[in-house]
């Protein structure tokens, strides 16, 4: 019995000792991984800003070109057919959009849904307009899109301040 409690007492103060130094290396390690994600993450951060900033500069130009006051100068009418002019108007914001699908993974899902929204109501309008029965040639309807544009604020604006708001918020 003697030679179990001089075992007992070597062996407790091992066990402990051994428990507290496993704990201790424990949480070290533990500490060690969190500073480590956490340098990676801004590390990721600091090279993925470039990009997403340049895919908020994409679609803020996008927005700008389709701007029905600056789509409507920059696109002219060939023949002053009404219909073609507002497909080729059309047309032309498609296809400026499909080219910038690709920046949707580097922005907010709501600040890409604003954007859809945005562009929606950009040919929501044109269409709008042509529907008009006082607009019969396609000068009608750039004249008719012009002072709509002077009445209300155009779509692509209020996706601007968005796109602003959010990448203040970034930076």
Partial sequence: MEKFIELLTYTIPAIVTGAVAYYFFMNHTDFEQQRLKLSLLKENQKAALPIKLQAYERMTLYLERINPSKLLL??????????????????????????????????????????????????????????????????????????????????STTALAFIKDEVKSII
């Fill in 74 to 155: 920059r696109i002219t009418s060939i023949n002053n057919d009404k219909e073609a002019y507002v497909l080729s108007l059309i047309n032309t914001i498609e296809q400026e959009f499909e080219h910038n699908l690709s920046q949707q993974i580097y922005i907010s899902e709501k600040c890409w849904s604003i954007i859809i929204t945005s562009k929606n109501a950009t040919i929501q309008l044109i269409k709008q307009t042509e529907l008009n029965e006082d607009v019969k040639t396609a000068q009608d309807l750039r004249e008719a899109v012009l002072k709509k544009m002077l009445e209300n604020t155009p779509p």
